[in-house]
């Protein structure tokens, strides 16, 4: 009676942990370019949460983007806002496709290079963050998911902090395109 569930259990445990796909968006529409969305002016607002899910700042972007040949230059001013203290940072971007829904960008704060695949109105991409530069004990691994709206002018972004696979923060945004 045991030995079937021993062999369901494996298969269970597979199935729950596979992982979420840019290209399951394949079809979902609008498409989304990153470089066209983040081309010309964006801002965004949204919320910071703990490793616990408990709010804990508000988070404001302002972007302006230009090509120069095949690469897209953003400059994002953030600014981040808890009932303690208001925090600003500037980050300078460099993004271009590097092929068929695929991307990368390097950014001031960033060690290496994000690399991204966009698929429908889906983009996800994956890079190494500093905290505090020049010290390598503040790197995180940060992940977001970005879906283009209907209309293509609004992007809801999900991103999470983590470090050693451990969720530190996640932050919930929305983009909208001047």
Not at 138 to 148: A, E, H, I, N, P
Not at 167 to 178: K, L
Request: glycine fraction near 8%.
């Amino acid at each position: 009676m045991l030995r079937p569930l021993f062999a369901i259990v494996p298969a269970l445990l597979t199935v729950a942990c596979s992982t979420m796909q840019p290209s399951d968006f394949a079809s979902e529409k609008p498409d989304f370019n990153p470089i066209r969305f983040f081309s010309g002016e964006t801002s965004s607002n949204g919320v910071r949460e703990n490793r616990s899910g408990r709010p804990v700042e508000q988070v404001f972007t302002n972007t302006s983007g230009k090509m120069k040949g095949d690469t897209l230059h953003l400059e994002q001013d953030l600014r981040f806002v808890s009932p303690e203290k208001t925090t600003t940072s500037h980050r300078t971007w460099q993004l271009r496709q590097t092929g068929p829904h695929r991307y990368e960008g390097t950014a001031n704060d960033i060690i290496g290079t994000a690399t991204g695949e966009a698929y429908g109105n889906t983009f996800h991409w994956t890079f190494p963050l500093t905290l505090s530069p020049g010290n390598p004990l503040t790197t995180t691994r940060m992940s977001q998911w970005m879906y283009l709206q209907p209309g293509g002018k609004t992007m809801l972004n999900h991103t999470t902090l983590s470090k050693a696979g451990i969720v530190i923060s996640q932050v919930t945004e929305t983009f909208a395109r001047q």
